[in-house]
């Protein structure tokens, strides 16, 4: 089988996360497998301190969950050590990781790709490529990956629900004033900025990062307890006959596939009807 997450270690420190999964990102139960290998190596790594993720398409970044993922295999995923379902696991573990985290989004984040790039300690978006959202209200369901519990502390309540209950898409240049990421960087000069930044961190003792981060999340990561409730939420409205409606509506117009739809994710979801 072949992987969708490609890891290099420029040093000890510093591993980069490539994601490739063609045709456009799609997280599927494999991505999370993927993922929860990582992580572990990440939580039981004595040496590394920075991860970055990236990606290897320059129009997506984490597209959003594949809606057509084998049901069956998807049922039949286990709880991670987290206890929670995989999906949430991979989340809340990212957060609390004794490593630093920074996605470097050059293209498309929406959905469980915006919820993960939530997770990650850092984001920096390319100004010419980087979009995200929360498209799931507009298909008419709730956010699974409780993305409400980080943009509130990011950006506040009512910028937060202009987020989730707008669906629509978020230019880098809006994200970076919102605060959904640090900073939006010309697309010419985003990996050279991050990767700078990544080797700086690297360059420090991991007992202080670690112990800086962990003061940090004390004051600022939602209790664990948040996430279940809505990916519980998710699944009931995903079955609404509403929401199934409008998914094949999209997927009918190309959604899942390297399209028109896909690319402006966040004004389709409005022309439902």
């Known amino acids: 089988m072949t ?13 980069i996360a490539t994601f490739s999964n063609p045709p456009i990102n799609l997280i599927d ?10 992580l572990t190596a990440l939580e039981s790594d004595a040496d590394v301190k920075v991860v970055v993720f990236r990606s290897a ?32 696991d991979v989340l809340v573990r990212l957060a609390r990781a ?13 959905g469980a790709g915006s919820e ?12 010419e490529r980087g979009i995200l959202g929360q498209f799931e209200v507009g298909l008419g369901s709730v ?33 970076e004033r919102y ?4 900073r939006a960087l010309p697309d010419a000069e985003i990996e050279a900025f991050v990767d700078a930044f990544a ?24 209790a664990d307890s948040v996430f279940p409730p809505a990916l519980k939420a998710f699944f009931t409205s995903a079955t609404h006959p509403a929401t199934r409606a409008r998914a094949a509506s999209l997927l009918e117009r190309g959604l899942q596939q390297r399209s028109d739809i896909e690319l402006r994710l966040g004004a389709a979801v409005a022309d439902l009807r």
């Open 143 to 175: 956010p699974g990956g409780n993305p409400m519990a980080r943009l509130a502390g990011l950006m506040g309540r009512g910028r937060g629900l202009e987020v989730i209950l707008g669906a629509d898409d978020f230019s880098a240049n809006l994200a």
């Open 199 to 222: 080797r700086r961190m690297a360059s420090f003792e991991k007992h202080a990062l670690v112990g800086a981060k962990a003061l940090m999340n004390d004051v600022t990561l939602p």
């Open 179 to 182: 605060g959904y990421v640090n």
């Open 3 to 15: 992987r969708q997450i490609i890891i290099d270690k420029p040093s000890s420190g510093l591993w």
């Open 116 to 127: 993960f790039v939530l997770a990650c300690d850092m984001r920096f978006a390319s100004i």
């Open 57 to 88: 398409d320059p129009d997506f970044f984490l597209a959003h969950w594949d809606v057509l993922a084998d049901k069956a295999k998807v049922a039949a995923m286990p709880a991670g050590p987290t206890g929670m379902h995989p999906w949430i």
């Open 29 to 38: 139960p494999d991505t999370i497998g993927e993922l929860q290998d990582l």
């Open 98 to 110: 004794p490593v630093a985290s920074i996605a470097e989004i050059r293209g498309r984040a929406r």
